[in-house]
């Protein structure tokens, strides 16, 4: 099987010399073709698009700390996207993805995205999440064993997120 087509690799896994090494210290990588309806009028990748990639990467990362499955309610509290360099069809995007800090309650991720037409990094994102009870309303603080799995995910590519 092709290593990039899983919804999120880690990269600890990854093996052979062809992965990009702008993106060595992120432990997850989501792939992300570029479709043709993503192009907006000036033949750019939408930079809405660029927030869906990341929940996608954000998604497989909860996944490989097996804290996505259903039980968990999280909340986007706030988002941004550095636009380096126009994006155009046909491409396929890797988006880096960790953890910059681990808060109480809150997570701050980093995302990098690597153009494979281009091989380098065309746009960087960050985004606060926030843990909640099942309620939707109170702040749920991350379990100790949640805690010792993101380190350990972390530590496998030699990134310490702050704390």
Known sequence: MDRFEQTANLTSD????????????????????????????????NNVVYYRYAESARIGYLQALGM????????LAQSSCQYLRPVTYPDTLLLGVRCQRLGTTSIVMEYSYYSTA???????????????????????????????????????VGHIPKT
């Open 14 to 45: 990854i093996l052979d010399g062809d992965y990009p090494k702008e993106l060595a210290n992120y432990p997850i990588m989501h792939q992300q073709p570029i479709h043709w309806g993503e192009m907006d009028a000036f033949n750019h990748l």
């Open 68 to 75: 996505f499955d259903g039980s968990m309610v999280t909340v």
């Open 118 to 156: 281009q091989k380098v990094i065309v746009a960087t994102a960050e985004a606060v999440i926030v843990r909640l009870e099942s309620n939707g309303k109170d702040k749920l603080p991350w379990t100790e064993a949640e805690r010792e799995r993101l380190f350990a995910l972390e530590e496998k």
